[in-house]
């Protein structure tokens, strides 16, 4: 299974989409159904290689705890199944399944050491 999307946690969300539009030139598109102020990044054509991402601000999560982030997110063909691998393997739910609407099933996690990554399942019936 390989990385497919990045989430960028940052002080000031403006400040950070106008840097980004700026220096790497990506697209930076408003995403509704978020609890708070999201974009999905759009870092290049679809036949480029690498991933696109989000970008939000810091909140009082359970992944963030007010601080700046960088999390990688894996795509699974179940995240229940995932999230029970991790916990057999020693690492933690640090966030549990929760939906992105029209996107899928998401969960955080983080490894024995506590590297914070993101599991997604797809599923655009999610809600």
Do not use: H
Request: hydrophobic share 40%; charged share 25%.
């Amino acid at each position: 299974m390989k990385p497919t999307y990045f989430d960028f946690t940052v002080k000031d969300v403006q400040a950070a989409k106008s840097f980004f539009e700026q220096v790497f030139n990506w697209r930076l598109e408003k995403f509704q159904g978020m609890p708070y102020d999201y974009y999905r990044i759009l870092a290049g054509p679809e036949d480029e290689p690498g991933i696109d991402g989000g970008i939000g601000a810091i909140a009082d999560t359970p992944t963030a705890k007010g601080r700046p982030l960088t999390q990688v997110t894996i795509a699974v063909l179940s995240v229940d199944d995932c999230v029970d691998r991790v916990v057999k393997a020693g690492g933690k739910v640090i966030e549990p399944k929760m939906p992105i609407p029209g996107i899928g099933w998401f969960a955080a996690c983080a490894e024995p050491g506590g590297l914070l990554f993101g599991v997604i399942e797809a599923d655009p019936e999610a809600k």
